[in-house]
T-cell receptor, first 120, second 113 residues
């Protein structure tokens, strides 16, 4: 699509429930990122993919968080057994090129509008 | 360790006056620096980036940023502020491995008419 699309935009869930957040990156973009942003803070890196391969998941806070991108396009971030501290904005972003194709680290990363998660 | 800092939580400026939003960084190796803007209920929008070359980088909406290696800074500037520039601004550092961006905590810019 023209931009990074995320759904749902707003999600309220009860503590203990599982939540899945979806990201549809810009068409043809190789790299896909997940960030989490708490109120009053900057986005915090969670994980990223090149194509379907998860390259770095060092930012996932614990094993309740997982992400996949099975066909190298749409990605899902899943939070199991949600807790109130999981409440935040979850942002997805994509980038055109991946490693090994040139000065990729200078490529712009484009963000979606985010998914607001509230755990009650 | 690589990090980026935005020392001001809020910057207030009158319309028509020049504005500066500060950013400093710490990185081993060459920095890749970005500015993003967040309007209410909108996604993060890319403004400009420094990869290499001229220290003065020009971006969207009349913004520019000056890379200063000796002071490890990348301040965002605009010669004449508009009320519509009021938003939350984030400075970000590209990690050396070229994977993800490290963001500052953000600076709220308020431009009064």
């Amino acid at each position: 699509g023209a931009g990074v699309s995320q759904s749902p935009r707003y999600k309220v869930t009860k503590r203990g429930q599982d939540v899945a957040l979806r990201c549809d990156p810009i068409s043809g973009h190789v790299s896909l990122y997940w960030y989490r942003q708490a109120l009053g803070q900057g986005p915090e890196f969670l994980t990223y993919f090149n194509y379907e391969a998860q390259q770095d998941k060092s930012g996932l806070p614990n094993d309740r968080f997982s992400a996949e991108r099975p066909e190298g396009s749409i990605s899902t971030l899943t939070i199991q057994r949600t807790e109130q501290r999981d409440s935040a904005m979850y942002r997805c972003a994509s980038r055109r090129r991946g490693p090994g194709t040139g000065v990729y680290f200078g490529d712009t990363i484009y963000f979606g509008e985010g998914s607001w998660l509230t755990v009650v | 360790a690589q990090s980026v800092a935005q020392p001001e939580d809020q910057v207030n400026v009158a319309e028509g006056n020049p504005l500066t939003v500060k950013c400093t960084y710490s990185v081993s190796g060459n920095p890749y620096l970005f500015w993003y803007v967040q309007y209410p209920n909108r996604g993060l929008q890319f403004l400009l980036k420094y990869i290499t070359g001229d220290n003065l980088v020009k971006g969207s909406y009349g913004f520019e940023a000056e890379f200063n290696k000796s002071q490890t800074s990348f301040h965002l500037k605009k010669p004449s502020a508009l009320v519509s520039d009021s938003a939350l601004y984030f400075c970000a550092l590209g990690r050396q491995a070229g994977t993800a961006l490290i963001f500052g905590k953000g600076t709220t810019l308020s431009v009064s008419s």
